[in-house]
């Protein structure tokens, strides 16, 4: 297997030289760094990555922190932004904070990046307050925010309008004639469900639709939440002919348990997810769901990062909107009779 040495040797160069040509140092002249070239691939060298980052002092390595690694969601989100860092040789290390129930448990996985010698951190952070994300941020510059709207640091922040997605869902269940709506919602201390929930309200009221309290429940975003949150809303005796779930995972729950109770989903009780995961239309029947463009949100989060840290100068958007995806999961009020 060829070395650095070898290389230098071939290429008629000194060891140091082959060193900054391959940390991309603009003091070698393109005569020169064309003789490295073509001395490495007639030796089918491939540079030792480890070398590379102490020449270069970067580790070629940017961490993500996710709430969790279970569900589409977010498995999607990791598979864009390795993808995306994988075309410029990076590499990716995961921190989750699937057990964390304080924001000092939340941050304690943010330093499990840090110390790991990240160049930069990608945050899926829904449930920590912007001002402990101020507080990352002045400590840690080069962070990145995905799936948060945070006004003081717009230009690190990548999200969708989730405000205007739930007011979609709930403009839908209107055009369908639909008065009685039942919400199983997410956690209500992350800002994402917060939005989308305000959205929801705001959109009935405005058509002169109010939601019984007693038919709003806290699902989480987990499928077993989901399930005993529409239990529970059975269990009231109080009828409703439309359901909002705040994620899909909190859909197909739904549906499966609407179902178990003789219910038919799309005729008796419409039923809307959120984020449009790709499992949507695979259920049974087929879910409408807010459509959130999460790949082009990754991806716009991934080329900031990159900006931040490699001096790159990719082209970024924060901003995305959502979009309805409508199934045979709803259904009109006339449709049903």
Request: glycine share 6%; proline share 3%.
């Amino acid at each position: 297997m060829a070395t650095i040495k070898d290389v230098a040797k071939l290429a008629g160069v000194g060891v140091g030289t082959v060193s900054r040509y391959l940390s991309g140092n603009s003091s070698i002249s393109s005569k020169t760094g064309e003789k490295v070239a073509a001395a490495m691939t007639e030796l089918s060298y491939r540079p030792n990555s480890m070398a590379r980052s102490l020449s270069s002092k970067k580790s070629n390595i940017i961490g993500l922190w996710v709430p969790s690694f279970s569900g589409s969601f977010h498995r999607k989100m990791l598979q864009t932004i390795e993808r995306e860092l994988r075309k410029r040789d990076k590499h990716i290390i995961l921190a989750n904070a699937e057990d964390s129930i304080s924001d000092k448990e939340r941050i304690d996985c943010l330093d499990y990046l840090i110390e790991r010698d990240c160049d930069g951190i990608l945050m899926s952070c829904p449930e920590l307050s912007v001002f402990e994300l101020a507080k990352i941020e002045a400590r840690y510059p080069k962070v990145v925010f995905i799936n948060r709207n945070i006004e003081d640091l717009a230009e690190k922040a990548f999200s969708t309008n989730h405000y205007q997605g739930g007011r979609l869902a709930a403009k839908h269940f209107v055009e369908l004639g639909h008065k009685k709506i039942a919400i199983v919602t997410g956690r209500m201390n992350a800002q994402d469900a917060q939005s989308r929930h305000k959205g929801f309200l705001d959109e009935l009221l405005a058509a002169g639709i109010e939601v019984d309290p007693s038919l709003i429940e806290s699902g989480g975003y987990s499928f077993q939440q989901s399930v005993e949150a529409t239990e529970l809303l059975l269990s009231k005796k109080k009828p409703f002919t439309a359901l909002f779930c705040s994620n899909d995972n909190s859909g197909m729950a739904a549906i499966s348990t609407l179902s178990k109770h003789g219910i038919t989903v799309g005729k008796d009780v419409s039923v809307i997810g959120y984020d449009d995961i790709d499992l949507a239309e695979f259920t049974s029947p087929p879910m409408t769901s807010v459509n959130i463009p999460l790949e082009a949100i990754s991806r716009n989060a991934c080329h900031q990062i990159l900006n931040l840290c490699y001096g790159e100068s990719l082209p970024i958007q924060n901003l995305f909107e959502p979009s309805l995806s409508i199934r045979e999961s709803t259904h009109s009020i006339t449709s049903n009779k």
